[in-house]
T-cell receptor
Framework: GAVVSQHPSWVICKSGTSVKIECRSL??????MFWYRQFPKQSLMLMAT???????TYEQGVEKDKFLINHASLTLSTLTVTSAHPEDSSFYIC???WGAGELFFGEGSRLTVL | GDSVTQMEGPVTLSEEAFLTINCTYT??????LFWYVQYPGEGLQLLLK?????DKGSNKGFEATYRKETTSFHLEKGSVQVSDSAVYFC?????????????FGKGTLLTVNP
């Protein structure tokens, strides 16, 4: 099946710094990418939907200025956690769609903010 | 809003045992239903899906039937293998075209012992 890769898979940062997570579709052009957040023993919570070349659509309760999403090309979307704090520590997962109705997921990126 | 409730784990079985993981949902309209599987260290993969009432999705020996009357989509397998050890997520989509959003359950960790 199609491959979606996230990088980094694990990142530790100091409180107050910003962290960028990349999501790449390796063998297809992703017209839409989704970003999720997963807390331990909880379900994946959709954070935002991004379409290539346009602004992301954020879910209710997700701070746009905190979680910056860029989808500048059909194979790359980035999530930047700005001024990260310990409560932002979580597992972030992206998925990508090429329009045929199936989603392909990345391996996830674990963020730990000290 | 839409929600998915699935059986809490962890579930531990012996090889060749019968597996059931319960999943119920609430949704407006007529959602599509999915089971995703996440093997250790990998991204979520679509296991099976059903798009309308009474449809049965099946793959790799797993089955689930879309039951509108009970709003359920229980996952079953007649004889599990050690290689089935993974986290299983039930999910629904709002049916919005080809770039749908998914609502996930919390996931159920399955461990199969030899």
């Amino acid at each position: 099946g199609a491959v979606v890769s996230q990088h980094p898979s694990w990142v530790i940062c100091k409180s107050g710094t910003s962290v960028k997570i990349e999501c790449r579709s390796l063998d297809f052009q992703a017209t839409t990418m989704f970003w999720y957040r997963q807390f331990p023993k909880q379900s994946l919570m959709l954070m935002a939907t991004s379409n290539e070349g346009s602004k992301a659509t954020y879910e209710q309760g997700v701070e746009k200025d905190k979680f910056l999403i860029n989808h500048a090309s059909l194979t790359l979307s980035t999530l930047t956690v700005t001024s990260a704090h310990p409560e932002d520590s979580s597992f972030y997962i992206c998925s990508a769609s090429w329009g045929a109705g199936e989603l392909f997921f990345g391996e996830g990126s674990r963020l730990t903010v000290l | 809003g839409d929600s998915v409730t699935q059986m809490e784990g962890p579930v531990t079985l012996s090889e060749e045992a019968f597996l059931t993981i319960n999943c119920t949902y609430t949704a407006t309209g007529y959602p599509s239903l999915f089971w995703y599987v996440q093997y250790p260290g990998e991204g979520l993969q679509l296991l099976l899906k059903a798009t309308k009432a009474d449809d049965k999705g099946s793959n790799k020996g797993f089955e689930a039937t879309y039951r509108k009357e009970t709003t359920s989509f229980h996952l079953e397998k007649g004889s599990v293998q050690v290689s089935d050890s993974a986290v299983y997520f039930c999910a629904l989509s709002d049916g919005g075209g080809s770039n749908y959003k998914l609502t996930f359950g919390k996931g159920t960790l399955l461990t199969v012992n030899p």
